[in-house]
């Protein structure tokens, strides 16, 4: 059942993006959720195939390096997931200005990205230290929670009803994701939290392509 969960979400949000990225013509924050999309369900793949293909055969164990090179892939390609989304809110709400903001938002993913690339990680070992899970993860939380709060304000400021729940989609993927960091060593059935914290990304997407699609039929 996870191996069909996840066949589905990756060839669906890669699917999605891809219509987004061809179909988007001159509007660029369309074109630029296609490329969010398609880089959600691209890096998870480095882990998720990897996962499947482990549970269809010899075992999560046995596998240990493959997966953990495709999670700190999957780290990489979720800090630009929200690189990208912080540009969207931008486009989106013609914000301008905001130099702190954006430098913010750059320094933490950089800073994250370059705690993943530290050895203490021991991505391949089949059970990582979870204190450096912790340190990689206090940027991107930080990000995430920048991020919800400027969504929040706009969406609010604005009355945009398309993009009303961006926020609440936001704070359900971090909240699921939080305890998976924190406990899944030590408690691996916290693991199926991943399920609902994927489906929460699946909405941000679906909340992009939604108002892309009826965009496109009002034009046509």
Same mark, same amino acid.
């Given at each position: ?106 320094? =933490?993913? *950089? ?7 530290? +050895?203490?990680?021991? %991505?391949? /070992?089949?059970? #990582?230290? @979870? ?36 926020? =609440?989609? *936001? ?7 939080? +305890?998976?960091?924190? %406990?899944? /060593?030590?408690? #691996?059935? @916290? ?30």
């Amino acid at each position: 059942m996870e191996t069909l969960f996840d066949t589905i979400y990756l060839v669906g949000v890669i699917t999605l993006g891809t219509i987004m990225i061809l179909k988007s013509g001159n509007n660029k924050q369309y074109r630029l959720f296609g490329l969010m999309a398609v880089l959600l369900g691209a890096g998870d793949a480095f882990h998720l195939i990897p996962r499947a293909y482990a549970l269809l055969t010899n075992g999560l164990e046995a596998n240990a390096a493959t997966l953990g090179i495709g999670k700190f892939i999957t780290s990489i390609t979720m800090t630009i997931f929200y690189v990208i989304l912080y540009h969207i809110w931008r486009l989106r709400y013609n914000i301008e200005g905001r130099k702190g903001l954006t430098f913010s938002i750059y320094i =933490l993913s *950089i800073i994250r990205i370059g705690l993943c690339f530290f +050895p203490q990680n021991d %991505w391949l /070992n089949f059970n #990582p230290p @979870v204190l450096w899970g912790i340190y990689r993860n206090i940027p991107f939380l930080i990000m995430g929670i920048i991020i919800i709060g400027i969504f929040y304000s706009e969406v609010k400021k604005h009355g945009d009803n398309n993009f009303k729940y961006m926020w =609440l989609a *936001i704070v359900l993927s971090f909240a699921l994701y939080i +305890p998976v960091v924190l %406990w899944a /060593n030590t408690m #691996p059935w @916290v693991g199926i939290l991943m399920i609902p914290k994927t489906l929460a990304y699946v909405w941000v997407v679906i909340m992009g392509y939604r108002e892309f699609k009826t965009n496109k039929n009002k034009a046509i």
